[in-house]
């Protein structure tokens, strides 16, 4: 049985895909990759993914495109991405509110929101420059409602993981683990 902070990879077989949702800066990317080397599974990112393909950050395509066209690309590389051998996958925070988005997760793999309250995540974005939609005159308060307009979305996720200000990225993954195990989404080797 795994501690708190232990990194043993984890002796089982992950039989769908794994998809971490939630807002910027809930830990989708490091508790992402940290989880998929712990598996033993590749890791995907659908933004890093999307800056690859059109050669430009996302800032640089809200800018020139808008968030509509920045959206639909988003759902073109999350449902290439969900068709490839299973693993981690970290979304965007706003990938998970389109119904066809949770749809094609739902089919392909699980969903695991990253739920954080908004001081843990502004206490994570506050010094950013890369978050197009924190570019206001209140960016914090873009963030409160930001997150009270997105949780009823990310609360359709299949299962649910809860941040704590006081966890490494080793112990949220094996709270990640552990709640995987519980839903039979991880089983032991034969």
Same mark, same amino acid.
């Given at each position: 049985?795994?501690?708190?902070?232990?990194? $043993?990879?984890? @002796?089982?077989?992950?039989?769908? *895909?794994?998809?971490?949702?939630?807002?910027?800066?809930?830990?989708?990317?490091?508790?992402?990759?940290?989880?998929? #080397?712990?598996?033993?599974?590749?890791? !995907?990112?659908?933004?890093?993914?999307?800056?690859?393909? =059109? @050669?430009? *950050?996302?800032? #640089?395509?809200? #800018?020139?495109?808008?968030?509509?066209?920045?959206?639909?690309?988003?759902?073109?590389?999350? /449902?290439?991405?969900?068709?490839?051998?299973?693993? %981690?996958?970290? $979304?965007?925070?706003?990938?998970?509110?389109?119904?066809?988005?949770?749809?094609?997760?739902? #089919?392909?793999?699980?969903?695991? +929101?990253?739920?954080?309250?908004?001081?843990?995540? +502004? *206490?994570?974005?506050?010094?950013?420059?890369? !978050?197009?939609?924190? /570019?206001?005159?209140?960016? @914090?308060?873009?963030?409160?409602?930001?997150? =009270? =307009?997105?949780?009823?979305?990310?609360? /359709?996720? $299949?299962?649910?993981?809860?941040?704590?200000?006081?966890?490494?990225?080793?112990?949220? %993954? $094996?709270? %990640?683990?552990? %709640?995987?195990?519980?839903?039979?989404?991880?089983?032991?080797?034969?």
């Amino acid at each position: 049985m795994e501690t708190m902070g232990d990194k $043993t990879p984890v @002796r089982c077989v992950l039989t769908r *895909s794994v998809v971490l949702v939630g807002m910027m800066g809930c830990g989708k990317t490091a508790v992402g990759t940290a989880l998929a #080397e712990r598996l033993g599974v590749p890791f !995907r990112d659908t933004d890093e993914a999307l800056v690859a393909a =059109a @050669r430009m *950050s996302i800032a #640089e395509i809200f #800018e020139r495109d808008g968030e509509a066209f920045f959206r639909a690309r988003e759902t073109e590389v999350l /449902q290439r991405l969900l068709t490839l051998e299973p693993g %981690v996958l970290s $979304t965007g925070g706003g990938a998970f509110l389109r119904p066809e988005n949770r749809a094609a997760i739902a #089919e392909a793999g699980v969903s695991v +929101w990253l739920r954080a309250d908004e001081p843990l995540l +502004w *206490s994570r974005v506050k010094h950013k420059t890369t !978050r197009p939609l924190l /570019q206001t005159d209140n960016p @914090r308060r873009t963030l409160g409602e930001l997150l =009270a =307009a997105r949780e009823p979305a990310y609360g /359709q996720a $299949t299962l649910v993981v809860d941040a704590n200000p006081d966890y490494a990225i080793d112990d949220m %993954v $094996t709270e %990640v683990v552990e %709640v995987l195990r519980a839903a039979g989404i991880l089983e032991e080797p034969e």
